[in-house]
């Protein structure tokens, strides 16, 4: 009898497991565990997605030609080395299976986004975390780990699930610090949301160096998760390698098109972030008047730190807030067993959460 055996590093793969969506028993679910948009998609993009559905036999336009242009010309980038994937976390697995195998090293920092492992097991590479510094990436810590077999270095920036973020002027200490064959990958999922001085998503080291990367989504401010849409910015041989590695129709024409119409709807852009800007201080300042620490973040969720008590802990707090049909989000897996994500909802939502913890803590 035959066994086959999977390449180096795939068997070591703990399966990514996303948010959960309901709770037996329980009719009315607030679901505030996946960082998805408050207000979902713009009814514009829902339309495009509609008036496509005759054509759903078609074969999609495997370039995303007129999405591609779009992006472009609302970030002024180069059209041609914009590259769209199912989603971010595509892109995230084809830079690894391009760029790091056996043997190689891809780096990320302790509590980053738990694609980054697995894409780097897929394409048998070893992933290697770098301790953070009071829950954000830390420069020092990530450039001492570097090593001859460092491929890759990830980061997410804002960082999912802590919400802390590394300046403009520290990304660019990072990359100056990087050897000139190590390629940084920066994840700016979140980056829609953000104003602050300080905060760059990545285009300006795009645009100096050969060697960085820049992925985004339309999963979180536009409110397309379900339409997996997500586009990296690189140099043009990182775009023409993306391009030899991806399916050639990766993308569908459904979500081309809902794409297209949530990018020019600013209007609707905006009034999530305007939103988001009033309920997460909101939220943030009344889970610590609770009593629960809440480190800053600047993505559209918080994270609330549990203390290590009977019955008082983050799963306690998790127990109790699904009975109450409030589903927040479980970090173990990121090695944060006393904190739980609570994604920033509607008024309603929020309000509910608060009032809900704070019936927990009693």
């Known amino acids: 009898m035959s066994i086959l055996v999977p390449q180096p590093g795939v068997m070591d793969i703990t399966p990514y497991v996303g948010g959960e969506s309901g709770v037996p028993g329980v009719t009315r679910i607030i679901k505030l565990a996946s960082n998805e948009g408050a207000h979902g998609p713009s009814p514009k993009a829902i339309e ?10 078609r074969y999609p336009d495997g370039g995303c030609t007129a999405l591609r ?30 760029y790091a195998g056996e043997g190689d090293e891809v780096l990320y920092s302790e509590h980053g986004f738990l694609m980054y492992p697995i894409a780097a ?28 077999a460092t491929r890759i270095v990830f980061i997410a920036n804002p960082n999912n699930p802590t919400g802390t973020y590394l300046s403009k002027s520290e990304l660019e200490r990072l990359r100056a610090g990087l050897p000139g064959d190590v390629l940084l990958v920066i994840d700016a999922a979140y980056a829609e949301y953000i104003d602050l001085e300080d905060y760059s998503p990545g285009i300006d080291l795009v645009e100096a160096n050969d060697n960085v990367v820049m992925t985004r989504t339309f999963s979180k401010i536009y409110g397309l998760g379900g339409m997996r849409l997500g586009w990296a910015y690189g140099s043009a041989q990182i775009a023409d390698v993306l391009n030899r590695v ?19 709807d600013q209007d609707f852009v905006d009034s999530v972030k305007a939103h988001n800007n009033e309920w997460l201080p909101w939220t ?7 009593g629960y620490d809440v480190p800053p973040s600047i993505g559209n969720f918080i994270l609330v730190r549990f203390p290590d008590e009977e019955g008082k802990g983050a799963l306690d707090a998790d127990e109790f807030l699904k009975s109450r049909g409030i589903i927040a989000r479980r970090m173990a897996v990121y090695g944060l067993p006393e904190s739980l994500r609570v994604t920033i909802g509607l008024e309603d939502e929020m309000r509910a959460f608060v009032a809900a913890l704070a019936e927990f803590h009693g």
């Open 121 to 148: 097991k897929a394409a048998s590479a070893t992933p290697v975390a770098a301790p953070d510094d009071d829950l954000a990436a830390d420069v020092d810590q990530i450039l001492a780990k570097v090593t001859a």
């Open 246 to 264: 991806r399916n050639p129709f990766n993308v569908s024409q459904a979500a081309q098109e809902a794409g297209l119409a949530a990018l020019a």
């Open 284 to 290: 943030t300042q009344k889970v610590r008047e609770i």
């Open 69 to 98: 242009e779009a992006v472009a010309a609302k970030y002024d980038l180069d059209a041609s080395r914009i590259v769209f994937g199912a989603g971010s976390d595509e892109l995230l697995g084809l830079l690894c299976r391009a």
């Open 48 to 57: 495009a997605f509609k008036a496509h559905g005759s054509e759903i036999h």
